[in-house]
């Protein structure tokens, strides 16, 4: 839309079983999660992993460890920097929560190094090159690491950083989402 331009969209859509993506249950939830989160990755039209919260990607020589930069000034809807020491929170989140959903796939996962800021390397129990893919979807959707002091209210409010935020919600009736202005591609 141009700038300036305001409106509401009505859309009719299964509710998301959680609005946590490390509780979520049900494949279709990935629609609904993605209007409140940005993955690291994501994948465009063709299936093909894209930059998304990462910018860019490398594998070690050995394909046991890659290393992702972030884009600089990243937040999330509250205002809590989105920077490679929150991206380690959230896979550790997801390894280790008791309930988690996605500790499974985050299992190839040994270790989340903070390099910098915008950078982290995941180092790999194994050579695995679908990391990028795996974290266009839930297990690379980020959760505001100030919500974690809370995770039992993450699955009715939930802080991300992805093009909408969650105003609103009554399960099994109804969302309300209103556009986040700090989306990193809000255009």
Sequence with gaps: TAAGVTGTVNWEWQLPTSWDPVTSSAGWDMHVL??????????????????????????????????FQLRPGLKFSDGTALDATAVKENIVRGQTQA???????????????????????????????QVPDLLAGKDGMMVSPAAFKNVGSIPTKPVGAGPFSLTSYVPDSHADLVRNPGYWDAS
């Excluded at 409140?36 to 020589?61: C, E, F, N, Q």
């Excluded at 996605?102 to 790999?124: G, M, R």
């Design 34 to 67: 993605g209007l409140v989160y940005a993955s690291i990755t994501t994948l465009d039209p063709a299936g093909t992993v894209a930059p998304s919260l990462a910018t860019s990607w490398k594998y070690a020589a050995d394909g046991k460890s890659l290393t």
């Design 99 to 129: 309930n988690s959903t996605v500790s499974s796939e985050l299992s190839v996962i040994s270790k989340v190094v903070v390099n910098s800021p915008t950078s982290f390397t995941l180092d790999l129990t194994q050579v695995d090159y």
